[in-house]
T-cell receptor, first 112, second 112 residues
């Protein structure tokens, strides 16, 4: 089955700086890569996703990149703000079976 | 409002006492899934369902049962809970393909 590894497990950044989270996956058949944000006491919320036919996708301060050859993908948050503090999860799946496999999570803390 | 509703939010029970965690979605989604979240392990899939009467095991199905008799409901059943099932549980639903999961708010289960 799919194995997703995520690094780092914790990340502390100064407000206004950028944050980068990296993930690798093992199954070359995976073609859908969502990212979720989990705030304290809440369920994970989808913030951005990318399909395998696209190398990069951006939504305001958030961007994701995908390298299919190397089987890794990354989340980039620019101009970080205190409300970006949360746990972030990467995930991978094949869209046809939708058995979503998650990374272990990254706790991001934005220092004011 | 489009949502996934889980009940209860918190549950403390004793070893061996059967329990059911309910999950309902109002988005007419085909896919539904149960995950457990444990520190350092991320979200691990317990069971998933691709449609009514179609269920399959995820990565950690031992000790759990599910049923999908109606499209909107996907209850998680613990026939004989044990302390190692103490965890935070999430139900999620999704349309087929590249839709992305919508998660419930979670159920924190403690088995003593």
């Amino acid at each position: 089955g799919e194995n997703v590894e995520q690094h780092p497990s914790t990340l502390s950044v100064q407000e206004g700086d950028s944050a980068v989270i990296k993930c690798t996956y093992s199954d070359s058949a995976s073609n859908y890569f969502p990212w979720y944000k989990q705030e304290l006491g809440k369920g994970p919320q989808l913030i951005i996703d990318i399909r395998s036919n696209v190398g990069e996708k951006k939504d305001q301060r958030i961007a994701v990149t995908l390298n299919k050859t190397a089987k890794h993908f990354s989340l980039h948050i620019t101009e970080t703000q205190p409300e970006d503090s949360a746990v972030y999860f990467c995930a991978a799946s094949h869209a046809l079976d939708y058995k979503l496999s998650f990374g272990a999570g990254t706790t991001v803390t934005v220092r004011a | 409002e489009a949502q996934v509703t889980q009940n209860p939010r918190y549950l403390i029970t004793v070893t061996g006492k059967k329990l059911t965690v309910t999950c309902s979605q109002n988005m007419n989604h085909e896919y539904m899934s149960w995950y457990r979240q444990d520190p350092g392990l991320g979200l691990r899939q317990i069971y998933y369902s691709m449609n009514v009467e179609v269920t399959d095991k995820g990565d950690v199905p031992e000790g759990y049962k599910v049923s999908r008799k109606e499209k909107r409901n996907f209850p998680l059943i613990l026939e004989s809970p044990s302390p190692n099932q103490t965890s935070l549980y999430f139900c999620a639903s999704s349309p087929p393909g590249y839709g992305g999961y919508t998660f419930g708010s979670g159920t924190r289960l403690t088995v003593v």
